[in-house]
């Protein structure tokens, strides 16, 4: 008796060729072009522009400058600012290690660094009258400068450029370790942070360092809108440009203390 099993009775039908009709060679040649798997079609990712990180650089930065204000309208304690650098200082290490576009870190280590700095600015505006504003001219004339030198390309970025600055700027907080730790044996340490031609010389390079940086920021940042970064990367580019200002400011501020007298 011939079995009525559906399964083996197709099987028999395409083995024996009852499949249907032999395709052209027209639908043979169709089916060999059409792709094997089309995935799903996703909305297009929106990238990063240049206004994007405009924006997001000015919110990182007012977002410093306030809490910079408040802790030096508040006058807090020298405790609570130390506190604050040091959680600063965790947050940017997170943020550059990490390459992390969160916003909330970003905007949080703006606002710690913001407090350390404004606790940090009373005091020295404190012994030397007008000085935090000679500092923040200082840091906007240099962000200046480095914009013009990169914008007309008296300074390219090269790989090269990159290996000699990063070796610097390592070498530079090796000897600022070296310096406190010695410190700790010897007044003034190795007189890299002293009222001295070293600490005047020291403090020069320091800003070169922070302006090498803010070369790399603008670099970067022009990278990433050329090659089409998503939308995001703006908060890092942010962040960067926010820590090498700082980086500035900070070094400005000591130099120009070096050649002020308090009234």
Do not use: H
Request: aromatic content about 12%; overall charge neutral; proline content about 5%.
């Amino acid at each position: 008796m011939e079995s009525k099993n559906p399964v083996f009775s197709r099987s028999r039908q395409q083995a024996g060729g009852w499949a249907g009709p032999t395709p052209s060679p027209d639908q043979l040649q169709n089916m060999y072009d059409s792709p094997s798997y089309a995935p799903p079609s996703r909305p297009a990712q929106r990238t990063m522009t240049l206004d994007d990180v405009v924006v997001r650089g000015f919110l990182t930065l007012g977002a410093l400058v306030v809490a910079a204000a408040a802790a030096w309208i508040l006058n807090v304690p020298p405790m609570i600012a130390i506190g604050a650098a040091i959680v600063a200082l965790v947050l940017g290490l997170i943020a550059s290690f990490t390459q992390s576009t969160n916003p909330a870190l970003i905007l949080a280590y703006a606002v710690f660094q913001g407090v350390f700095l404004g606790k940090i600015s009373s005091v020295f505006e404190g012994m030397i009258s007008g000085i935090v504003l000679q500092a923040v001219l200082g840091t906007a004339f240099a962000f200046g400068a480095v914009l013009t030198v990169y914008s007309l390309r008296i300074i390219r970025v090269t790989p090269k450029l990159v290996k000699f600055g990063l070796a610097a700027g390592i070498a530079a907080i090796g000897l600022l370790l070296v310096n406190m730790i010695v410190g700790l044996f010897n007044d003034g340490g190795l007189g890299l942070r002293t009222d001295s031609p070293i600490g005047w010389a020291f403090s020069i390079v320091m800003i070169l360092i922070g302006c090498f940086f803010l070369l790399l920021d603008f670099d970067s940042i022009e990278q990433g809108v050329k090659q089409g970064a998503p939308e995001k990367f703006a908060w890092q580019c942010a962040f960067g440009l926010t820590l090498s200002l700082v980086w500035i400011y900070l070094e400005v501020l000591r130099f120009v203390s070096y050649f002020s007298s308090s009234d």
